[in-house]
């Protein structure tokens, strides 16, 4: 299995400018998760999906930050417009739940690190 | 609110002793406890995963143990190696069917083995 996958490792922007951050979860699970890790907040929960659709949205920061899963295998966090306090490590996990009362384990992608200059 | 904690912050030893890690939470009601593995600039690796009705998870050289009723999961990894050296992230999955996706993490124990 390919494991998570992320996209891009490394983007370096200015601030103002839209960032997209892309995450392929793996084939067959069914709950994406996008997460932000920074020094002095530790891993933060942004959103979570179950079969695509979002589930809970309340740890996006602000209206700057918008999350889409189109379809089973591809999910996008986009930041539009960017500022310097978003610069972060950008993590995607997927996992496999059976049912709503169970959540199978967490595999995460290597993350995306961003930049805001 | 679920509050994970990891102490020590940071621990340092010597190759071939075991090391201990241990995460504390302050909710009994979870459904299960990740342990995770995270490298300089990488993700995080999933280790051992212990459901809330089991006492104790095992691979290899790690075991896991868990006592809902006083908050702790411990982590032993037997006879270190440089190569273990990393950071240690535990994670508590909530039991409420309403948070089901809400994953509390420690801020990890940060480990260095020396030769």
Redesign the interface.
């Known amino acids: 299995d390919a494991g998570v996958i992320q996209s891009p490792r490394h983007e370096v922007t200015e601030m103002g400018q839209e960032v997209t951050l892309r995450c392929k979860p793996i084939s067959g699970h069914n709950s994406l998760f996008w997460y932000r890790q920074t020094m002095m907040r530790g891993l933060e929960l942004l959103i979570y999906f179950n079969n695509n659709v979002p589930i809970d949205d309340s740890g996006m920061p602000e209206d700057r930050f918008s999350a889409k899963m189109p379809n089973a295998s591809f999910s996008t966090l986009k930041i539009q417009p960017s500022e310097p306090r978003d610069s972060a490590v950008y993590f995607c996990a997927s996992s496999l739940i059976r049912d709503r009362a169970y959540t199978g384990e967490l595999f995460f992608g290597e993350g995306s690190r961003l930049t805001v200059l | 609110k679920q509050e994970v904690t990891q102490i020590p912050a940071a621990l340092s030893v010597p190759e071939g002793e075991n090391l201990v890690l241990n995460c504390s939470f302050t909710d009994s009601a979870i459904?299960?406890l990740?342990w995770?593995r995270q490298d300089p600039?990488?993700?995080?690796?999933?280790l051992l995963?212990i459901q809330s009705s089991q006492r104790e998870q095992t691979s290899g050289r790690l075991n896991a143990s868990l006592d809902k009723s006083s908050g702790r999961s411990t982590l032993y990894i037997a006879a270190s190696q440089p190569g273990d050296s990393a950071t240690y992230?535990c994670?508590v999955?909530p039991w409420l069917?309403d948070?089901?996706?809400?994953?509390q993490?420690g801020?990890?124990t940060q480990v260095v083995v020396t030769p």
Not at chain 2, 41 to 46: A, I, Q
């Open positions: 459904y299960n990740q995770f600039g990488k993700g995080l690796t999933s995963l992230l994670a999955r069917s948070s089901w996706g809400k994953f993490f801020a990890g």
